[in-house]
């Protein structure tokens, strides 16, 4: 999910009773709820690192203990002795927990399982910014302010916002399991059709931002992508679908593709991309080169690709460079 929600589900557990464990769990919570994304430093070493290092050790279960070990070392230097430590702790093990979790249920994936297990896991039910949650994450994270403005007025009792977060947190819960059930739906519906007569091999749903009931769905076979739009309220025509053939059938795009997959960037995204397209373009210079284009479905298709792997190959399969972009 997007640092927005991060933050705002870290203010929603700490209102929700956590500060009555701790005293300090109003700064923890946010902090550690945010902790896990510290991957995103990689960036700083440019995009293959980002890549090669996002959702995967810092996201993964058994980091989860350590990485709550920052945010209280943070608070420590804020509170020091009055930071009740241990109680802290478990504030910030809760948040980095919530963290992961709802990581889980967008389609970039985290690796929860490392060091055990290299496969990426997710559940594809929320959007990376899903407009719903935003929307109650904020109300419940702005209506205790709202309510404090008011009781000034009137001369009541400040409220510190219990109810407001609990039922948040509480729709996080009732909404995923509708996503989920609406999601595996979407899943059939994409299973039972034909793609220019050819039943699919795999098949995925992804969400909208706004629109429970709309899912963008990707239908696989041995020769081509095809990609919809699948709105559960109407009927579907697997005919609308927009379909892609996958590149790398001539044994020139073979003997391109061979050599692309050998640099690092290749290697990184194949081990990230679930459903890669590979483009080939003859290039002018040097004569007989090709460029090799391999873009993830998941977050975009021509022309307009979102993750995309490049390298430049000669006609004798020599890589004369590569890289990433997103």
């Not at 994450?137 to 009781?151: C, I, K």
Request: a positive charge.
């Amino acid at each position: 999910m997007d640092p927005l929600t991060h933050f705002l589900s870290g203010v929603a557990l700490s209102r929700a009773g956590l500060k009555r464990l701790c005293p300090q769990a109003h700064w923890i919570a946010p902090l550690a709820a945010m902790t896990p994304d510290v991957d995103a430093v990689a960036g700083f070493f440019g995009t293959e690192s980002y890549l090669a290092w996002h959702r995967q050790w810092t996201h993964a279960l058994a980091a989860i203990p350590l990485l709550a070990l920052l945010p209280v070392a943070v608070a420590a230097l804020r509170f020091r002795r009055r930071l009740q430590a241990k109680r802290g702790y478990i504030v910030a093990l809760a948040a980095v927990a919530l963290h992961d979790l709802l990581d889980l249920t967008n389609a970039y994936g985290v690796r929860a399982l490392l060091p055990f297990s290299k496969a990426w896991l997710g559940l594809d039910i929320f959007h990376i910014v899903d407009l719903w949650v935003w929307a109650v994450l904020l109300a419940a994270a702005l209506g205790p302010m709202l309510g404090r403005l008011v009781s000034r007025e009137i001369g009541a009792r400040n409220g510190e916002g219990r109810g407001a977060a609990i039922l948040a947190l509480a729709f996080l819960l009732v909404y995923g399991a509708g996503r989920w059930l609406l999601h595996e739906r979407a899943l059939a519906v994409l299973e039972a059709r034909l793609y220019q007569g050819e039943a699919p091999l795999r098949v995925a749903a992804l969400p909208s931002a706004a629109n429970p009931l709309t899912w963008r769905g990707l239908a696989e076979t041995s020769a081509f992508y095809a990609i919809c739009e699948l709105n559960l309220a109407e009927e579907f025509d697997p005919t609308s679908a927009r379909i892609l053939h996958k590149g790398g059938s001539s044994a020139e795009q073979a003997k391109a593709e061979q050599a692309a997959r050998r640099s690092r960037a290749f290697q990184i995204f194949l081990d990230f991309s679930q459903f890669p397209l590979w483009r080939f373009t003859p290039l002018d210079v040097p004569e007989g080169a090709s460029s090799v284009e391999a873009m993830d479905l998941r977050f975009g298709e021509p022309p307009a690709p979102r993750f995309v792997a490049t390298a430049k190959v000669t006609a004798e399969g020599k890589l004369l460079e590569s890289g990433f972009r997103f």
